[in-house]
């Protein structure tokens, strides 16, 4: 299985890299990891709508230049589907057995995602209502694919 993040911008918090590279060293047995990061595109100072729809499509098209025609693409999208732990396990279980060895997570920016990267989209994906930070969430995404194997595995998951 092969699992591909693409993520706007890079994290510059320790204490984030420093967990996204345990989760993808804890990853190594169950799937090949790759994160991709794409060049966050500068807003202007009170952006109007034209800019802010600007900024996302260069954002989406760089994105979206990571992802095959043959890629399963899961955006993280606020008003995407809310899934458990358990169910993020079952739908890579699933496209597992349907053939489906390559998942794409894009992760949008400050501004979120291109109509672009949304309609490409195989499943748009909430992890919560609350807003975090999009260096937060790819720490939080790489724990949940972790989880996710491990759920599968039937294996048990402490921290």
Same mark, same amino acid.
């Given at each position: *299985? ?6 706007? &911008? ?8 420093? $967990? ?39 954002? $989406? ?18 008003? &995407? ?10 739908? %890579?279980?699933?496209?597992? /057995?349907? $053939? ?8 949008? $920016?400050?501004? &979120? /995602? ?21 260096? *937060?969430?790819? /720490? ?10 491990? %759920?599968?595995? &039937? ?5």
């Amino acid at each position: *299985m092969k699992i591909t993040i693409v993520a706007v &911008g890079k994290i510059k918090e320790k204490y984030l890299t420093a $967990g996204i590279a345990e989760f993808t060293k804890r990853l190594t047995p169950y799937c090949k990891l790759h994160i991709i990061e794409v060049d966050e595109e500068r807003m202007p100072d009170n952006p109007s709508e034209a800019d802010k729809l600007r900024v996302l499509t260069r954002e $989406g098209e760089r994105m979206l230049k990571h992802v095959k025609d043959s890629s399963y693409l899961i955006v993280l999208d606020v008003v &995407g589907k809310q899934a458990s732990s358990e169910e993020l396990s079952a739908k %890579i279980d699933a496209l597992a /057995l349907k $053939g489906q060895s390559d998942i794409v997570f894009i992760i949008g $920016g400050a501004f &979120g /995602l291109s109509p672009e990267v949304q309609k490409a989209a195989n499943e748009r994906l909430s992890f919560s209502k609350m807003t975090f930070t999009h260096q *937060m969430i790819r /720490l939080l995404l790489v724990e949940q694919v972790y989880r996710a194997f491990k %759920i599968s595995r &039937g294996e048990p998951y402490h921290l």
